[in-house]
């Protein structure tokens, strides 16, 4: 599994996934319990024979491939998407459809951008699980029946939600108006002993975060080009402090002067958009100066 939410939809309404697919609800039926639904893979329709669905028999999306095992080819079937109607309210505006989607990893797609992919994990209630990328999972409130768990990054917490067995724990966001599954992870069952108690967690996948280390590069080239021209200036002053201590300080004021009716002590306050000008006027000062001393 790579993408567990709930959502209530409308007719109408898209909802975008992994992989890119996408699917839209094209109508629902409070009194059957039925959901009429149409699969997209980027943004282009995927012919399917049942687009139905209802609570106890959801709507499944699959693809088949033929695998050889040995001399013989077998056909394999992949579920790769599931949507189930859970709950209808018949509203003004049209019938709300509260949904549990499902999506599974497509085989025939090349997608090794996982941290974790499908494995199982342990975590004893009041502690830390470490995963990857500064992420944590803490445990907490177990009772017979359910457990807290908290999705934290680098001390912040970002999800917090009670859960029973079986009951998926899923962090995603939205990152180029698609949507990312970071963390899941279902609660496969709780062990407890006379001295702790663990939640067993099985179909952990964490994807990297991807949006934060950009937003990360961009500040980083931000300060790299602006750091260069802050610094210039200061190195104008010091040479034109050093100067004005000697002897030749007012041949430079005299220059500076007749140029621009202003004298180099103003030049702290010098805007960076008319610095090569003074740079000039400078460097000539900087010329009478040895030229004098010669």
Do not use: C, W
């Not at 859970?86 to 499902?102: L, N």
């Not at 997608?111 to 992420?135: N, Q």
């Not at 750091?227 to 002897?247: F, G, R």
Request: proline share 2%.
């Amino acid at each position: 599994m790579i993408y567990y939410s709930e959502e209530t939809l409308t007719a109408g309404d898209t909802v975008h996934l992994e992989q890119g697919y996408s699917f839209k609800l094209i109508d629902a039926s409070e009194d059957s319990g039925d959901i009429l639904v149409q699969v997209y893979y980027k943004d282009e329709e995927i012919e399917i024979g049942d687009s139905f669905g209802d609570e106890d028999d959801p709507f499944e999306y699959m693809i088949t491939i033929e695998e050889r095992d040995g001399d013989e080819e077998e056909e394999t079937d992949y579920v790769v998407i599931r949507i189930r109607p859970v709950d209808f309210d018949d509203k003004d505006d049209g019938i709300h459809v509260e949904v549990e989607i499902e999506q599974f990893l497509d085989p025939e797609q090349e997608d090794d951008d996982f941290l974790l992919l499908d494995t199982s994990k342990s975590v004893k209630v009041g502690e830390s699980l470490s995963l990857e990328e500064g992420y944590t999972l803490d445990a907490s409130d177990m009772e017979d029946d359910s457990v807290v768990l908290e999705l934290s990054r680098n001390g912040k917490s970002l999800k917090k939600e009670e859960l029973e067995i079986d009951d998926i724990f899923s962090y995603s966001k939205s990152v180029d108006d698609n949507v990312r599954t970071i963390f899941i992870a279902r609660v496969s069952k709780f062990f407890e002993s006379s001295a702790s108690s663990t939640v067993i967690l099985k179909d952990v996948t964490q994807r990297p975060d991807m949006e934060e280390d950009h937003t990360e590069e961009v500040s980083e080239n931000e300060s790299n080009k602006t750091e260069p021209l802050m610094s210039v200036p200061d190195d104008t002053n010091y040479i034109m402090e050093n100067k004005s201590n000697n002897t030749t300080a007012d041949a430079q004021n005299a220059s500076l002067s007749d140029t621009d009716g202003q004298n180099s002590s103003k030049t702290s306050g010098v805007n960076t958009d008319h610095f090569m000008p003074i740079l000039f006027l400078v460097i000539i000062a900087i010329g009478i100066v040895i030229f004098k001393l010669s």
